[in-house]
Protein backbone atom coordinates (compact mmCIF):
# COMPACT_ATOMS: atom_id res chain seq x y z
CA UNK A 1 0.00 0.00 0.00
CA UNK A 2 2.84 2.57 0.85
CA UNK A 3 2.17 6.18 0.29
CA UNK A 4 -0.06 6.83 -2.47
CA UNK A 5 0.92 10.26 -3.27
CA UNK A 6 -2.69 11.14 -5.20
CA UNK A 7 -4.34 10.23 -2.23
CA UNK A 8 -1.87 11.64 0.44
CA UNK A 9 -2.71 15.03 -1.29
CA UNK A 10 -6.24 15.68 -0.87
CA UNK A 11 -7.47 17.34 1.90
CA UNK A 12 -11.10 15.76 2.60
CA UNK A 13 -11.97 18.33 4.46
CA UNK A 14 -11.35 21.35 2.32
CA UNK A 15 -13.30 19.79 -0.47
CA UNK A 16 -16.39 18.95 1.69
CA UNK A 17 -16.46 22.36 3.09
CA UNK A 18 -16.38 23.50 -0.40
CA UNK A 19 -19.50 21.80 -1.63
CA UNK A 20 -21.23 22.64 1.70
CA UNK A 21 -20.14 26.36 1.23
CA UNK A 22 -21.56 26.27 -2.70
CA UNK A 23 -24.43 25.05 -1.15
CA UNK A 24 -25.50 27.43 1.01
CA UNK A 25 -24.27 30.74 -0.44
CA UNK A 26 -25.79 32.56 -2.78
CA UNK A 27 -23.88 31.65 -6.08
CA UNK A 28 -25.22 28.58 -6.43
CA UNK A 29 -29.44 28.54 -6.82
CA UNK A 30 -31.27 25.46 -7.10
CA UNK A 31 -33.66 26.71 -9.57
CA UNK A 32 -34.84 25.99 -12.97
CA UNK A 33 -32.59 28.79 -14.38
CA UNK A 34 -29.70 27.16 -12.70
CA UNK A 35 -30.37 23.28 -13.52
CA UNK A 36 -26.64 23.57 -15.10
CA UNK A 37 -24.98 24.79 -11.83
CA UNK A 38 -27.01 22.32 -10.03
CA UNK A 39 -25.82 19.65 -12.25
CA UNK A 40 -22.18 20.52 -12.29
CA UNK A 41 -23.05 20.65 -8.14
CA UNK A 42 -24.12 17.55 -7.81
CA UNK A 43 -21.68 15.66 -10.58
CA UNK A 44 -18.49 16.96 -8.55
CA UNK A 45 -19.93 16.40 -5.16
CA UNK A 46 -20.79 13.06 -5.84
CA UNK A 47 -17.36 12.03 -7.85
CA UNK A 48 -16.06 13.53 -4.09
CA UNK A 49 -17.95 11.32 -2.23
CA UNK A 50 -17.48 8.08 -4.42
CA UNK A 51 -13.60 8.86 -4.40
CA UNK A 52 -13.64 9.02 -0.33
CA UNK A 53 -15.67 6.35 -0.07
CA UNK A 54 -13.38 4.38 -2.25
CA UNK A 55 -9.97 5.65 -0.96
CA UNK A 56 -11.74 5.03 3.24
CA UNK A 57 -13.08 1.75 2.09
CA UNK A 58 -9.41 0.29 0.97
CA UNK A 59 -7.19 1.82 3.43
CA UNK A 60 -10.10 0.47 6.41
CA UNK A 61 -9.94 -2.95 5.13
CA UNK A 62 -6.13 -3.53 5.44
CA UNK A 63 -6.43 -1.70 9.60
CA UNK A 64 -9.42 -4.19 10.20
CA UNK A 65 -7.43 -6.95 8.65
CA UNK A 66 -4.43 -6.08 10.28
CA UNK A 67 -5.79 -5.33 14.10
CA UNK A 68 -4.46 -8.47 15.53
CA UNK A 69 -1.12 -8.06 14.02
CA UNK A 70 2.00 -6.08 16.23
CA UNK A 71 2.38 -2.51 15.38
CA UNK A 72 5.65 -3.35 14.06
CA UNK A 73 3.41 -5.61 11.13
CA UNK A 74 1.31 -3.26 10.67
CA UNK A 75 1.14 -1.77 6.92
CA UNK A 76 -0.78 1.21 8.15
CA UNK A 77 0.81 2.79 11.66
CA UNK A 78 -0.71 3.51 14.44
CA UNK A 79 -0.24 7.17 15.89
CA UNK A 80 -0.90 8.41 19.55
CA UNK A 81 -2.88 11.47 19.32
CA UNK A 82 -5.17 10.98 22.45
CA UNK A 83 -8.91 11.96 23.00
CA UNK A 84 -11.89 11.00 24.91
CA UNK A 85 -12.56 7.49 23.99
CA UNK A 86 -9.48 5.99 23.81
CA UNK A 87 -8.35 3.23 21.56
CA UNK A 88 -5.95 2.63 18.37
CA UNK A 89 -6.19 5.63 15.79
CA UNK A 90 -4.60 5.65 12.62
CA UNK A 91 -4.17 8.72 9.45
CA UNK A 92 -3.66 7.66 5.85
CA UNK A 93 -4.46 8.95 2.62
CA UNK A 94 -5.48 12.23 4.96
CA UNK A 95 -8.49 9.79 6.65
CA UNK A 96 -8.47 9.60 10.17
CA UNK A 97 -9.88 5.94 11.30
CA UNK A 98 -10.34 4.92 14.66
CA UNK A 99 -10.67 1.87 16.51
CA UNK A 100 -12.48 2.35 20.12
CA UNK A 101 -11.74 0.07 22.89
CA UNK A 102 -14.52 -0.41 25.72
CA UNK A 103 -12.92 -0.07 29.51
CA UNK A 104 -14.17 1.58 32.89
CA UNK A 105 -13.07 5.05 31.87
CA UNK A 106 -15.21 4.79 28.80
CA UNK A 107 -18.02 2.46 28.91
CA UNK A 108 -20.48 4.97 29.64
CA UNK A 109 -19.82 6.96 26.62
CA UNK A 110 -19.87 3.72 24.45
CA UNK A 111 -22.65 1.45 25.98
CA UNK A 112 -22.95 -1.20 27.54
CA UNK A 113 -20.07 -3.58 27.20
CA UNK A 114 -21.78 -6.72 26.90
CA UNK A 115 -23.82 -5.13 24.10
CA UNK A 116 -21.21 -4.52 21.62
CA UNK A 117 -18.05 -7.20 22.84
CA UNK A 118 -18.71 -9.73 20.07
CA UNK A 119 -17.62 -6.35 17.29
CA UNK A 120 -14.20 -6.71 18.38
Known amino acids: ?17 KHRNMLYSDRLRFSVE ?19 LRTASIYAKVIISEKFLADGQKTIKPI ?5 IGGTKFIHANILFKFPTVNETNADLLGNSSEIDHLY
Open 80 to 84: AIGGI
Open 1 to 17: IGSNQNTNKINWTDRFT
Open 34 to 52: SSTNYFNFYKEFSSDVDDF
